[in-house]
């Protein structure tokens, strides 16, 4: 893999516009909206099962316009920031994925049970910010979604190659493009002024220990993912569950016991939300 | 909106021109009431009141007798104290296609002559609105400023409108000021306006103004009956988001810690807002520096309280 093509790719997966979502968040909270008696909790509760929506939120709230790029990494928090009439724009200008892609939503679970293992986590290890832990969680995965929809020669070639070789989905894409999602998910964070837990959190979820500022996110979203997978809930890309790195629970402090804790809360939480899925 | 301009008199407003037909015209758009207008045919003779007393509203030929309407405008635009003035620079239909070039002029807005009446009358209305908007507004916050704010309160006091006024502060902004300088300052105050913003404007009723005093202060006005439910959600919002904008181990801490002149420490919690709520009911309130009287009364009592809090004045009105 050449510089240059690296350059040209990075360039395209930046140039990203409107990115599209999954049908069904995006109606709930269109319905939502249209009742005046709404709370802003509502509607972040509906927007954290869609990891589309969230990005965007966190993008838009993170602009430089609003004055103070970088800070916001709660959904919630950015909902009251930006306000009904600017969320309904957002809500309005963005479409739905065609039939071809709809295939992604496997991943869409995948990303919600990421964010509810995290936030679960996070809970058991008594961090202060459960939320922020579940929004990166969420978001583990975009650099994948924003490279379908940029590269899409690109998409057929990735799942041929998964499949043909049985291998992960970012060893995939590391052979085909020279860089994995995780990568992407860098790129994304510094051109969206994302604040830096989350930024990290999504960059090194695949080697948690080369996070610098923010490792325990890194970990957390690791693990999660790592979690997620074992549970087979929603589909990452690939059949394959990713390396793990036990030194991640050791950073942690995560040990036997409140890992059994975790998966006992986790067993329910999944089935809550196989309940509520949206995708 | 032109109502709203000359409802403390009469719009001072100098025409400068030596065309005596086009000055009749104009003359005959507004009542007197509304705009007076002091007639000059030379630039020369305009300048100097122009510069000791000037008038809300300058419109000028383009061409005059003893120079161009470009260079006065030039001469009263390249001054900040004369900026707020709204200049019209009035020109012939062949000015459009000379091919000049428009950032050049430093007029507010041009018409072209000969003029439609309704369209002259449209343009300066616009333009008159236009410069209090954004002249009044805060430079950083660009939400409504000082004279939009005195106007609001002094309107809905002469029409005996029952409303809330919250006075809301921001508590240890200083200490965060200095410890992370004025930039990081800034985030802060936008984060609060947008925090006001949007947690007024969720509340149904009509009335929903927000200005900003400057600095830290910002001022907010409901109806009365949700005013305590607005201050209680905005707390609640400010404290939920205002650690997001501390480093993280003074996030983690709750705190700012840092050494005072003489070098000691000391320790400052994180920012939090106070609200004191003055109530206009049944025209209890006389006049609009009873308000802010009231309000700095009220702010002693809420700033007792390190927390976020508010106090609502009970008198009966």
């Known amino acids: ?279 | 909106m032109l109502e709203d301009l000359t409802a403390a008199g009469p719009l001072r407003a100098f025409l400068i021109s030596a065309d005596e037909a086009f000055v009749r015209q104009v003359q005959g758009i507004w009542p007197d009431t509304c705009i007076q207008w002091m007639v000059f045919d030379r630039a020369g003779a305009a300048v100097e009141q122009l510069f000791s007393d000037p008038p809300a509203l300058l419109v000028s030929d383009a061409q005059l007798p003893d120079m161009t309407g470009d260079a006065l405008v030039t001469l009263v635009k390249s001054e900040n104290v004369y900026s707020q003035v709204a200049v019209v620079l009035c020109l012939p239909n062949e000015a459009l296609h000379a091919g000049r070039d428009w950032s050049t002029l430093e007029a507010d807005d041009f018409v072209l002559l000969p003029f439609e009446q309704e369209e002259f009358k449209a343009r300066i209305e616009l333009t008159l609105a236009r410069m209090t908007r954004t002249l009044d507004a805060n430079p950083l916050t660009r939400l409504p400023g000082n004279t939009t704010i005195i106007q609001f309160i002094k309107d809905n006091i002469e029409k005996r409108r029952d409303f809330a006024l919250g006075y809301v502060d921001l508590d240890n902004f200083k200490a965060f000021n200095d410890k992370y300088g004025f930039l990081r300052g800034d985030e802060a105050l936008m984060m609060a306006a947008r925090v006001i913003v949007n947690t007024v404007r969720s509340f149904p009723g009509g009335m929903n103004f927000v200005g900003h005093v400057g600095g830290d202060d910002f001022v907010f006005a409901l109806p009365l009956d949700t005013v305590e439910a607005a201050c209680r959600r905005l707390i609640a919002r400010f404290d939920a988001i205002v650690p997001s904008f501390y480093d993280a181990e003074d996030r983690e801490r709750g705190s700012i810690v840092s050494n005072d002149r003489r070098g000691e420490v000391q320790t400052f919690p994180l920012m939090s807002v106070s609200i004191a709520v003055v109530c206009n009911r049944d025209g209890s309130l006389g006049h609009y520096a009873e308000a802010s009287a009231i309000a700095s009364q009220l702010k002693k009592k809420a700033k007792e309280n390190f927390a976020s809090c508010f106090v609502i004045d009970q008198r009966a009105g």
């Open chain 1, 1 to 279: 893999m050449t510089q240059d093509m690296r350059t040209a790719y990075k360039g395209r997966v930046l140039a990203v516009k409107n990115l599209p979502t999954l049908p069904k968040v995006l109606e709930e909270v269109t319905r939502l909206m249209e009742d005046p008696g709404t709370s802003t909790e509502q509607i972040a509760k509906v927007i954290t099962y869609d990891q589309v929506l969230s990005a965007k939120v966190l993008k838009m709230v993170n602009s430089p316009i609003y004055g103070f790029p970088g800070r916001i990494s709660s959904i919630q928090h950015a909902l009251v920031l930006l306000g009904f009439n600017v969320v309904r724009g957002l809500i309005i200008s963005t479409s739905v994925f065609d039939d071809m892609n709809k295939a992604m939503a496997g991943l869409w679970d995948h990303s919600v049970g990421c964010a509810l293992a995290c936030g679960e986590i996070a809970k058991i290890l008594g961090m202060k910010d459960p939320e922020e832990y579940a929004v990166a969680g969420l978001l583990h995965d975009l650099g994948k979604v924003v490279s379908a929809v940029q590269l899409p020669e690109i998409k057929p070639e990735l799942e041929a190659l998964v499949r043909a070789r049985d291998i992960t989905f970012l060893e995939a894409e590391k052979s085909l493009l020279g860089f994995g999602h995780d990568r992407v998910n860098a790129w994304l964070a510094e051109h969206w002024n994302l604040p830096p837990n989350i930024s990290e959190a999504i960059a090194y979820h695949h080697k948690p220990l080369s996070a610098q500022l923010y490792t325990k996110y890194a970990c957390v979203v690791h693990i999660g993912d790592f979690l997620t997978r074992v549970y087979e809930f929603g589909n990452g890309g690939d059949d394959n569950v990713p390396v793990f790195q036990p030194h991640a629970m050791k950073l942690l402090g995560l040990n036997q016991r409140a890992l059994e804790n975790v998966l006992d809360a986790l067993s329910d939480a999944f089935l809550e939300a196989a309940d509520i899925s949206f995708s």
